[in-house]
């Protein structure tokens, strides 16, 4: 069994440490604390990759299993383009973890999704269309200013500004502070499931 991890985000320097690149910040703080090899480029994925084992926490309750962190270099309304040809299957996309920012959520908060739609999220809908199934975990991490700071409530200009906007430094130790967290979440899903993972790891 193989795990692959996703980070979204937009590529180029003028959006590191913006808020819509949330789910690439959290794959490399979970690919540094498991000493996964540094990012390649893998141009037919139009990808970075980082591949290698990850163990568990408690050697008596998982085993390692293998991992493929993938950070797309495509724009974040391209994403499945990256990941196409690695899920072949419904039975696959079981094994599939994105990481990605979330107007619903509270920044400093996350949740640990399964299965469920992608929330007008432009990255996930392309994961959705180019494996066609839903049936993946996902990793949604607040960028919210505040519980009532949801996206239903903002027009698409508002909500652009929102998410291309860049973390204060302040905002982004707290964010690498839940990355921590967020690492052993994984960790707990790979190698002893989705299920434990769900019930253990949320904020």
Known sequence: MKYFVIGLGNPGPEYENTRHNTG???????RKAEELPEWSEDRKRKALI???????????????????????????????????????????????????????IPFGSYKVSFNKSSGGHRGVESIIRAIKTKAFVRVRVGIAASVSAVKKSQDDTAVEKIILGKFTEEQMATLKRLAKNISMGLVVLITEGREKAMSQYHS
């Open 24 to 30: 690439r910040v959290m794959l490399d703080v979970f």
């Open 50 to 104: 980082s591949e290698g084992e990850v163990k568990p926490l408690d050697k008596t309750r998982g085993k390692k299993q293998k991992v493929l962190l993938v950070c797309p270099q495509t724009f974040m309304n391209k994403s499945g383009d990256s990941i196409r040809g690695l899920i072949k299957s419904k039975k696959a996309a079981g094994e599939l973890v994105v990481i990605h920012d979330d107007l619903d």
